[in-house]
């Protein structure tokens, strides 16, 4: 399986920008969708950003407009600019380079990174 590491987290204050990164330890063109996904305490893992192999991205309705996902196949990289940050975004973001739809939404397939801590102080 692919190995993934995510970076990029850290402390922000509201209404700043960070930006995460995961790269793969092999290609990740062949996977059908992959994704990020954030856990905050007390709180399921749930999916804020996907992407499909040819490109059409998605973004759950709290993030849509402030967080933008991007791919580069050729680097096996995938990134997410976060822009406008709430303390509600704080949680810890993980990457998925192969997520599915099980029927009701999408999860993850494929291996995941530690992730990364993203703190938005008010």
């Known amino acids: 399986q692919v190995q993934l590491v995510e970076s990029g987290g850290g402390l922000v204050q509201a209404g700043g920008s960070l930006r995460l990164s995961c790269a793969a330890s092999g290609s990740i063109f062949s996977t059908d969708a992959m994704g990020w996904f954030r856990q905050a305490p007390g709180k399921q893992r749930e999916l804020v950003a996907h992407?499909?192999?040819?490109?059409?991205?998605a973004y759950a309705d709290s993030v849509k407009g402030r967080f933008t996902l991007s791919r580069d196949n050729t680097k096996n990289t995938m990134s997410l600019q976060m822009n406008n940050l709430k303390p509600e975004d704080t949680a810890v973001y993980y990457c998925?380079?192969?997520?599915?739809?099980?029927?009701?939404?999408?999860?993850?397939?494929?291996?995941w990174g530690q992730g990364t801590q993203v703190t938005v102080s008010s």
């Open positions: 998925n380079a192969d997520i599915r739809w099980d029927g009701r939404g999408y999860v993850g397939a494929g291996s």
């Open positions: 992407i499909l192999r040819g490109g059409v991205t």
